[in-house]
DNA sequence: CTTCTGACA
DNA sequence: TGTCAGGA
């Protein structure tokens, strides 16, 4: 399985994506709704959101950021465009999201263990 | 506790 | 966009 394959599977839910992009559940939501993202479902209707999408959102997130109205953002999306100036600044690189990826499989003994670690495994389990 | 959809004092 | 309801 190689890294492209990886990007596109359904890991984290709308919990996890807020951290990640800022954005709040209701924006991300919004989003999804004019197709800027299309995350999978879990059994339980649960979304849940691919480095694809994170990276998706975090492109939107730049847009938006610069004054772009949803036409505008869906505008570029349309275009093909790729995340210009501020968003290859600010967007957190894939040893970024990996190394925060690490911190959570790693836990914190304390707070106790995350069912997300289990489903983060999937991501680096080899085949 | 977290997420989901629909709705708007 | 925030926030609340009512349910899963």
Redesign the pocket.
């Known amino acids: 399985m190689d890294l492209h394959a990886r990007k596109q599977m359904p890991l984290f839910?709308?919990?996890?994506v807020q951290k990640l992009t800022g954005l709040?559940?209701?924006?991300i939501?919004?989003y999804e709704q004019h197709g800027l993202v299309k995350p999978a479902r879990s059994e339980?209707?649960?979304?849940l959101f691919s480095f694809h999408d994170v990276e998706r959102l975090l492109e939107v997130r730049s847009w938006?950021d610069r004054g772009l109205n949803m036409a505008g953002v869906k505008a570029q999306l349309a275009r093909g465009a790729n995340g210009t100036s501020d968003a290859k600044r600010n967007e957190p690189t894939d040893r970024d999201l990996y190394k925060w990826m690490q911190q959570q499989m790693l836990g914190r003994p304390d707070a106790g263990s995350h069912e997300f670690q289990g489903e983060l495994s999937r991501f680096y389990r080899r085949k």
């Open positions: 839910p709308i919990g996890i709040s559940a209701r924006q939501r919004y339980g209707n649960q979304r938006l």
